[in-house]
Every structure is written in C-alpha cells, then in structure tokens.
C-alpha cells in the first residue's frame, strides 16, 4: 500500500471528521445538558442544507456567508421547539421522547419532499473542486475551509461556556439540575437557550455540509445516528469530544475502507461504538457519572 | 364514494363486502384497468416519477396507435415492499385487470408473488433481478433483461467502443454499488468477463461501495493508486455524483467512465448537478430505440404532457415502462377480453415487431419463463449535456468518444 | 378482568375468527399485516414494558429468525416448523448477548437503546455480505399456488397466514396476561418502577432482565419466520433496517407500553390510520409525494403529546374495562 495512498486518505478522513464533530457538537450540547435525545437531530442539519442552497440560488450567498443568517434562525427555531413542545418530555420516560422527535422529525422530512421534491440539491462554489496540492498529498479545498469552520466554532462555543455567564449558568444546570434550581436559577429558560444553542451548531454544521454532499429529504437519518456514535465514542457533554469522536470515526472509516473492504466500512463505526459502550460508557474525553 | 364508506366500514373492524371481480360475461369489454405501482415517494421517488410519465403518456398513445382503451390505476410504492404488496392486493380487489412495476427487484418480487397467487398477470416494467423470472411463475413477464443479459449486452458494447475508436485500453478497475443490483451486476461480471477473448483489459481491483456513503474519498483514492486505463462503473444516481466530483478533486483524469449497465449517469440529475464534468460519460444500457416509429410517437406525446422535460433523459424509465403497458394493450386487443387467464395466454402468445416497440431490441416475444430475449442495450455517452445513442452504429445519434479529452497518456 | 371486559374480549375474538368469511383479500392482507404488526410489538413490549429496556433494534430478531428458518429451507429443504427452533435459538442467544453485555456493563435508558440499533446495523451489513442468504441480492423461497393447504412447508391461501397470525397473536396475549399476573410480573413491574429499591429488596435483577430479554427475542424469531414464509423474499436492506425497528414500536408506543391490549390497538390504529390517509388525500386530489406521511407524523405528534400512555389506557377508561 503506497504512502501516499494511505496519507491522503488519514487526512481526508481528519478533515472530513472534523465537520461530523462540528455537527455531533450540536446533539453533545443538547443531550449533555437538557438530556433529550434527539433524533432528529440530522434531520435538522438536512432543514439548514436546503436553507444555504435556497439562500444560494437567490441571492448568491457562499455558504461561509449564509451560516450567519442560518445559525441565527436555527437558534430562534431550537429555542421556540424546546419551551414550546419538547420542554414537557424531559420527565417523560424515554420512548416517549423517542416518539415526540420522531414525529417531528417524519414531519420535517417529509415537509421538505413536498416543499423540494426528491432531487438532490446543490450548489457551485468556485473552490468546491479545487485541491492543494503539497507534493504527492491532496488537500481538498472546500474540506479544509470547513474542518478550519468547526474548529473554529467549537473553540468559540468552548469558550462560551467556560467564560460567560450564561455558559456557565447552562453547565450548572447541567451538573445539577436540583442545585440550580436552588440558586434561583430559571432552567426552563436555560434548557431553551440551550437548544436553541445546539441548533446553531447543527446549522452550520449542515452549512458547511452542503459543500462536501448532496442533500436530498432522505438523508436526515443516517446524519443522526453518526452523530450520537459520534457523542457516545467521545463523550457526552465534552466538546473536545465530539470533534475527537468525529474525527475518530472518520479516520477509521477511511481506513477500514482501504485496508478491508469499503462498503463495509460503517460496520466499523457501530463496531466502535459497541465497544466503548461497554468498556468506556462516558465516552474517550467524557466525565465519569 | 363507495370507496370512503367501504373504508369507514373497515375501520370499525366490521363487514367489507367483496367486489366482484370485473364480468367477465360481456362480449367484448370497453376497457382494460392497469393497475400501475411505482415508488412515488420515499427513497427511489425521483426515479419512480420518471417512470410513472411513460405511464401517464401511455393511455392516449395506445389509443392513437392500437386503438385500444386503456384506463390507469397508479399505486405508489412508497419504495416499501410491504406497501407495494398491499397496494398491489388494493388494485386487484379494485378490479384492475393487469400489474405493471415496479423498478426496484424487492418490491417487484413481492407484487409478483401477490400477482402469481391472485392469477393476475404481472407485467415487470423494468427489474434487473434474475432470480424473478426462475420460479416457475405462469402469470409473471418481463420486458426488460435480466443482470445477466445486462452485463453481457454492456461488456459486448465496450468491445465495439474500442473497435470504433481505435483503442487498446489494457487495464480497468471496477467499481460498483453493493445493493442487490450492482451485486447481480459484479456476479454478471465476474462470471462473463473471463470468458470474453474479444476484450483487451483486465480487471486491476474490484471495489464495492455502500450506495448511502456520502463519502467516497477512500474509495476514490484505492482506484486511483491502481492506475486503471479506464473506471468501470456500476452505480446509481447519487454515488455516481459523489464519484465523479471526487475524481475531479483528486484530479484523476483516465481515459474514461464506462458503465455496463446501471442507472445514474444518463440521468438529469447528474447532468445538472455536474455541468461540464458530466461529459463523455458512457453507460452500456437499455434504451429507447431512436428510430422507431412508437418512440415518434411516444416522443411527442411525452413533449406535449413535459414541456420543460428532455425525453432523453427518461430514456429508459419512459421507454420500458410505457412498453409494459403497450404489451398489456396488445395482449387484451388479442385476447378480447379481461379474463386474466386469457390475458395470461395472449401475453404469452406476444410477438410485437422492432418498428412498434419503444424500447431497443428485437420483436417482443416472451420465452417459457415469461422473460423476453433480446433487448438491446446501446452505449449512451453524454455529449453536449444530452445522453446520446453511439452505438450500435444503425442507431446512432453522434460518434462515441474515446478516451475523454482530458486524458494524458503515462 | 372484570365482566365487561371478558365479553368485550369475547365478542372480539369471535369477529376476528370469523372475518375470513366476509372479508375480501385485500382486506384480509391488511388485517394479516395488522395481526403481524400487534404481535411483534407485543413481544417488543414484554422487553421494554416489563423489564423497561427500550429497543431501538428489534429488527434484527425479526430479520435473524426469518433468514434462519429461510435458509434452512433454502438449503435444505427443512420445513418452517423445524426452522423456528433454530429461528428461537439463534434469536435467544444474540438476545442473551446483548442482555448480558448490557446488563453487567450496567447501560441502560438511551445508551441500551442505541446499543440496540448498533447491533442491529451492525448486523444488516453483515448480512449484507454473506452469501448464504443472497447477500444484497435477496433469498426467494419457492410460492406454490394459494390453493392448496400445505401446512408442512406452511403454504396455502391468505386465510391460512391470517389464522396462524392470529392465533400467534392470541397467544402472545394470552401468555403476556398470565405472565403480568405471575410473580414474574410482579417483579417485572417493581424493576420497572425502581431498580435500586427491587435490588435492595433481594430480588436478582439481572436475572430477571434476562428473561425479559430472551423471551422478547425468542417470541419475535417467531414473528420473523412468519415473515419469512408469507412474504418469500429477504433482503438485508429492508428486513434489518432501521425503519422496521421503528415500525414494530410504533403500535405499542401509541397503543400504550406496557399495557396488555396497546400493541394491538396500535397496531390496527396505526395501519387503518395510514390507509385512511391516503384514501383521504387522494379523494381530496392532493396527491402531492410526503403529504401523506406529514399528515401521519402529525397524528403521532399530537397522540404522543396529549395521550402519553397511549390510547388505550383512556379508551379503556371510557369502555369501562381494567388494564
């Protein structure tokens, strides 16, 4: 197997990771702290796609332009959602949950089949089929923008909740919900934030998404389970996690894909999963219960 | 009207009164119900719906043409077998006296076997599976080939692709979906292939990809450090598109894409989602006959009902699924009737000439399996944004190019 | 059971015995499919409304027990009632895996359910690969006419798979009802409600988990054979998917877990529901493709916000019976 075979393909799957993380981030946040699961959680990230693609075609915002407006959107989307509808399941039992963003999330797919049709959609930007070239390795273009994007989102979000007030209000809430309540402090409003927090993330997550994939209404589910492998394999409620876990998962598919044989190659991931489900339940970067 | 109350009835778990099957006592009936299942919605919609306006077309031209009435029953799959099942149940009890369907080989086994059990004839519009045909089942035909027949038609068409450009490409690797049909197709493959003298390349690497993958970097970057002559390809719509930007992002130019056969790469979709880099693709596939007097007519009609559509583009889900329909409205002319059983038999009894059927092959006639032998593939190459007939040369549109410019030799 | 609640029960097995008599085919292959949808849920059910273990993965028994008793079939010729022993042994011990790998590394709520689904993706891929069943290309079993009754091979008209369906169905209820009763259910109930407290109170929790599971997987490599032999094909693609897991549990979600009759009610409400739907939209002429499952996903919204036990548990107020 050439070197450079192997390098190229170690560094699309970091790269490509990183983008899985920055949407993974989102449902980390989200479960971490308001501890629903939400499965539809890709569905939303499908929901922001369309949402670039449409800005795109009318007025010819670059994606890296049109997360502003998205992510905005999706915050006041995710905080309308959790006080309105989800807020009374946090107490529920789980498969009620389960049952509630399921609905909603057979709502949102098929609204979007009705509103666009089953065609994949997309958009042409310049740089989206350009590469790097630094000796025998491939460095794609629109690849690199958006691993640079997640980092970058993940270190603003970090920084969020390590240093402002709200941040840190949230993780109180998160670590103690009845202690929090205690102090005075208003969760409801919290968890709402929250969401609405977690949205943003999936919106620019589904921003820079659009660059590498198609988006068609079907492809919500899949993005959904990748990303609780994602959160589970690296730890629920750290955000080092979710791009450690991305990137994780990427890196092994690529090279699970190379060494064994590729249309096998998700088999890896849920493999992963299983196993640190059982030897490391919180996660590679997360907290002991 | 009926119909609600029949369903009001069901709901509070009570009695549902049969409906008779459709009378057979009358002299010679008016009309013949098709009952037409196609997934409308869910995963496959995009290519159902190009189906389903071969199938919308078709009343009218059959009317034109064989001056027979035909009345369509359309069902949506829901690209679900067990909707297709039950929908298919629905149409027989709503009197259709003919299945057409249903693109995808799960769905269409499971409306086969409703069909054979109920003794309605199942008219397999398009379905690749071979394994359909080998029950043993009196009431199941199909137009259309069956993988086998598919690899074979496409590996001969790429001998002549090379014959008529003069070129001696020595290597290939194969790349394919791993669903049941690229599956049948790489068995196809990896069965004719070696027998084949008339071929000059071998097969380098065969790669198998999950047909969902949204990533194909790996995959990409394997057939590349092969250093192939050319990609062979068996894909579907989406991959195909992944597949080609990633070609392009890992600036992998070979002498070209040739398909033995599979849908995707003569599709609008990725033509439109590619622009130029869409070009010079081939796919070695079932197509419409470019000649033919029924493709005229099918042509215009199918203007008149798409005016913003490009008929090439649908070639082959228009093609095969209106001639499933054309071949239920010439077995019922001959048979005189709507007894299924003698449909079965005049269907049986089918001989359809070159100049009356859309679709490219020989004359419709159905061999004991109820499979027809000799449908044609032709090497459908994109050229100019429009997925062209090269070859065979009596029905070609434009000469097939090869390799693609963009090609550089060492 | 109170009185009412036997005649009700009464008249409603007698309707169901006797619907082959009026009912046309159509009609009977939904009913088959409803019966089919109540008693896989019902096993879902004793998984996750006795042992409170929610599974997301379910299809993988259905998908394990139908390519088992089919294969044997395929290969061998062996008739279906042989295959279900295999069906029921394989079924059990992946199910006794994943019990056990769950249990004793102490996962449960969301991290048990996604576990579920990784196995049973895991799986599906795997299948995917295997040339024994097809792989991707699906395993046909051979149809025989509807005529005849070949009740060795398990092939004959539609009314036969109703019967059997039904007196499956029957059967899961009535062994549900008992077990519900039983100590087992008791037990059941109390590491429902609160594990701790059924620990603290001396009883073996993980064994009793354990049986919950194996039961569940046992009864549902039953309903996969059925399925094997009333649909005659399998693909891994659509018998292992995701979307039949959640299929199976939509009908005791909105019926009501842990109820004996939810899974049924939601069964039928659910396949009547989506029928109605479609008659609805089309006789309305809005024919456009999704409409019918945004209208779907609307009724489970507002069941799943307004009735949170399920239907049942408030019909069966209003009618007057017990649980």
């Known amino acids: ?289 | 009207m009926k119909r609600r109350q029949f369903n009001r009835a069901l709901a509070a778990a009570g009695v549902a009164a049969g409906l008779a099957p459709f009378g057979i006592a009358r002299a010679q009936p008016q009309k013949l119900k098709v009952g037409v299942l196609l997934p409308r919605s869910g995963v496959q919609a995009l290519i159902g719906q190009s189906c389903q306006k071969g199938a919308d077309l078709a009343p009218a031209v059959i009317r034109q043409v064989l001056g027979v009435d035909v009345e369509l029953m359309s069902a949506d799959t829901e690209s679900n077998a067990d909707t297709a099942r039950t929908r298919a149940e629905r149409l027989i009890q709503e009197g259709a006296n003919v299945l057409v369907g249903a693109f995808d080989s799960g769905h269409t086994a499971a409306i086969a076997q409703v069909a054979e059990q109920r003794g309605i004839p199942h008219i397999i519009n398009i379905a690749a599976a071979p394994q359909i045909t080998e029950q043993g089942y009196k009431f199941v035909f199909r137009n259309f080939p069956t993988a086998i027949d598919l690899t074979r038609n496409g590996l001969a068409l790429m001998g002549e692709i090379f014959r008529a450009t003069n070129t001696v490409p020595r290597s290939a690797v194969f790349m394919h979906v791993n669903d049941t049909f690229g599956q049948a197709m790489a068995k196809g493959v990896g069965a004719i292939l070696p027998r084949l003298d008339f071929l000059p390349f071998k097969v380098l690497d065969t790669i198998a990809y999950d047909p969902a993958a949204k990533d194909l970097t790996v995959e990409v970057s394997k057939a590349k450090a092969a250093n192939p002559d050319f990609l062979m390809l068996v894909c579907r719509l989406n991959d195909a598109i992944i597949l080609r930007r990633e070609m392009a992002k890992q600036r992998w130019n070979p002498m070209g894409i040739i398909s033995p056969g599979s849908p995707g790469l003569y599709e609008e979709q990725y033509t439109k989602a590619l622009g130029p880099l869409a070009e010079y693709a081939i796919c070695n596939t079932v197509w419409f006959n470019p000649k033919s007097e029924m493709t005229r007519n099918v042509g215009a009609a199918f203007r008149k009902n798409n005016p913003r559509d490009v008929l090439d583009f649908h070639g082959t889900n228009v093609g095969y699924t209106y001639d499933a329909i054309m071949i239920a409205a010439d077995a019922f002319k001959r048979a005189r009737s709507t007894d299924p059983k003698a449909l079965a038999e005049a269907i049986r009894q089918t001989n359809i000439p070159v100049a009356n059927r859309m679709s490219l092959g020989g004359p419709i006639r159905f061999n004991p399996k109820g499979q027809v032998e000799g449908n044609l593939s032709a090497a459908i190459q994109n050229l100019k944004g429009r997925p062209t007939v090269t070859l065979p040369a009596e029905f070609a549109e434009a000469k097939v190019v090869f390799p693609e410019p963009a090609y550089k030799k060492g | ?323």
């Open chain 3, 1 to 323: 059971m109170n009185r009412r609640a036997a005649i009700l029960l009464a008249a409603l097995g007698v309707a169901l015995a006797a619907l082959p008599g009026f009912a046309n085919a159509y009609v009977l292959s939904v009913a088959t499919l409803i019966l089919f949808l109540a008693y896989t849920g019902q096993a879902w059910n004793v998984m996750m409304g006795f042992a409170g273990q929610l599974s997301l993965g379910h299809s993988l028994y259905v998908g394990v027990g139908a390519y088992a008793a089919a294969g044997l079939f395929f290969h061998f010729g062996i008739g279906p009632w042989a295959g279900v022993w295999l069906a029921i042994a394989l079924c059990a011990a992946f199910g006794a895996a994943i019990g056990f790998l769950a249990f004793r590394f102490g996962i449960s709520g969301v991290y048990f359910a996604l576990l579920t689904i990784a196995f049973a993706e895991f799986t599906r891929i795997g299948f995917d690969h295997l040339d024994w069943t097809g792989g991707p290309g699906g395993l046909f079993i051979k149809v025989a006419q509807r005529d005849q009754i070949d009740l060795a091979n398990f092939r004959g008209p539609p009314a036969m798979y109703y019967y059997a369906m039904l007196a499956l169905a029957a059967g899961a209820f009535a062994l549900c009802a008992v077990l519900l009763r039983s100590r087992a259910g008791y037990y059941w109930q109390a590491i429902r409600e609160n594990e701790e407290a059924a620990q603290a109170l001396g009883i073996n929790t993980f064994r009793w988990k354990m049986a919950a599971v194996l039961l569940s997987s046992a009864m549902t490599a039953v309903s996969g054979v059925f399925f094997a032999f009333y649909y005659n094909n399998l693909f891994p693609e659509q018998i292992f998917n995701i979307s039949r897991s959640i299929e199976i549990i939509l009908g005791p979600i909105i019926g009501g877990v842990g109820t004996l009759f939810g899974p049924i009610l939601g069964a039928a409400v659910l396949t009547i529901l989506a029928d109605l739907i479609t008659e609805l939209l089309a006789a309305l002429g809005w024919e456009i493709p999704g409409i019918k499952q945004v209208f779907y996903g609307i009724v489970l919204l507002v069941v799943i916000m307004f009735l949170p036990h399920g239907i049942w548990p408030a019909l069966a107020r209003k009618l007057g019976v017990g649980k």
């Open chain 1, 1 to 289: 197997m050439p070197i450079d075979l192997v390098a190229n393909v170690v560094l699309s799957g970091v790269l490509t990771g990183l983008v899985y993380g920055l949407m993974a981030l989102g449902l980390s946040v989200i479960f971490g702290v308001v501890r629903v699961v939400n499965f539809a959680h890709g569905e939303m990230m499908t929901i922001a796609m369309y949402a670039t693609v449409v800005l795109f075609a009318a007025f010819k915002l670059d994606p890296f332009v049109a997360m502003v407006p998205v992510a905005a959107a999706f915050f006041v989307f995710g905080y309308a959602l959790q006080a309105a509808v989800i807020n009374p399941f946090i107490t529920r039992p789980e498969h009620s949950q389960f049952m509630l963003v399921l609905a909603i999330a057979i709502i949102m797919v098929n609204g979007l089949l009705m509103a666009f049709g089953p065609d994949a959609r997309n958009l042409q930007v310049d740089y989206q089929l350009e590469s790097f070239a630094l000796g025998p390795i491939l460095v794609d273009k629109a690849r690199l923008y958006a691993a640079f994007t997640a980092l970058a989102v993940s270190a603003g979000l970090f920084a969020f909740f390590k240093f402002a007030r709200i941040g840190k209000a949230i993780r109180a809430c998160a670590d103690n919900y009845l202690g929090a309540r205690v102090v005075g402090l208003d969760v409801k409003r919290y968890y709402a934030f929250t969401f609405g927090l977690g949205s943003a993330c999936v919106a620019v997550a589904g921003c820079m998404m659009i660059l590498l994939v198609d988006v068609t209404p079907a492809l919500g589910p899949a993005y959904t389970l990748l990303a609780f492998v994602i959160v589970i394999v690296g730890g629920l409620g750290s955000m080092g996690g979710a791009l450690l876990g991305g990137v994780l998962i990427g890196v092994s598919e690529a090279m699970a894909g190379l060494f064994i044989t590729p249309s096998a190659k998700s088999m890896f991931s849920f493999g992963l999963l299983i196993l640190v489900l059982l030897f490391r339940p919180q996660g590679l970067l997360g907290k002991k219960a």
